[in-house]
């Protein structure tokens, strides 16, 4: 087991029988031995600058619902964050939010190379390769990139408790907007919120999912709704009846 958590990608349930597949880039605040604390407070390292709270929770909780399987991260988004382009500026934060990483000031190139070739890559290549053998299987896939934001951003609350962000292709998340829509009416859904596309937040859904031809959507639940056991199955059970009515019409649209 300790092997397997230093690992940069773990792959859970990959043979499960479930049309969606999970990921998840910000699942873990792990920071590898050789960076030590990045020069950050025990409360910053916890803190939804280094990773997704809830994210994770969330998702194995998915896994479980729908016999899915999960490709997670198991570092920090502050060593790389594995859902941004190579070219990105934020790929190795130096500033989140409020906070300088002081830690990731003026890199190296074999340093940035490293982080690339360590911890971006394997977890890229391992959606790629779970990806290709279920094509090869001749398996559905959907693609569902799992996310948590803060409530509070830079001073500015953020009020909808989730929100659906899609790529180039809105077909998908356009139906689980509407399957969430009618399963919680009155909910405050969130469309392209808290981020946009137009935002570059979207390299995993467009790179696995857009780039396949795949359905596939980004899901950002507000953490505060997700970091209590209960508040973990509640969002899992509405997501896993929506993802599953989505798929239910699509599916029928396309058979018109």
């Not at 909780?61 to 790389?80: G, K, Y």
């Not at 982080?115 to 569902?144: C, K, M, N, W």
């Amino acid at each position: 087991m300790r092997a397997a958590e230093q690992s940069p990608v773990l792959v859970s349930n990959a043979e499960g029988h479930s049309p969606f597949v999970l990921v998840c880039d910000h699942a873990s605040n792990r920071l590898p031995e050789r960076y030590g604390t990045l020069g950050l407070t025990q409360s910053e390292r916890v803190s939804h600058i280094a990773w997704d709270p809830g994210a994770l929770a969330v998702s194995l909780r998915l896994v479980d619902l729908l016999d899915a399987p999960l490709v997670q991260s198991t570092v920090s988004r502050l060593i790389i964050d594995c859902n941004r382009d190579l070219d990105a500026p934020d790929l190795i934060w130096t500033l989140s939010e409020a906070t300088p990483i002081v830690a990731n000031q003026g890199l190296s190139l074999a340093e940035r190379a490293y982080r690339i070739a360590q911890f971006h890559q394997p977890y890229h290549d391992a959606i790629t390769a779970l990806l290709d053998a279920r094509a090869a299987a001749g398996r559905e896939s959907i693609l569902v990139c799992v996310h948590s934001f803060t409530p509070v951003y830079l001073g500015i609350a953020r009020p909808w408790p989730i929100g659906l962000i899609h790529g180039q292709d809105t077909g998908y998340t356009a139906a689980l907007r509407d399957a969430l829509a009618a399963d919680a009416p009155g909910l405050n859904l969130g469309w392209n919120q808290p981020y946009a596309a137009l935002n570059g937040v979207t390299l995993t859904l467009e790179k696995h999912g857009d780039g396949r031809g795949l359905d596939a959507t980004m899901i950002e639940i507000r953490n505060d709704e997700i970091l209590e056991p209960a508040g973990v199955d509640q969002w899992s059970q509405r997501l896993a009846r929506c993802l599953a009515a989505a798929r239910e019409a699509r599916r029928g649209a396309m058979a018109v």
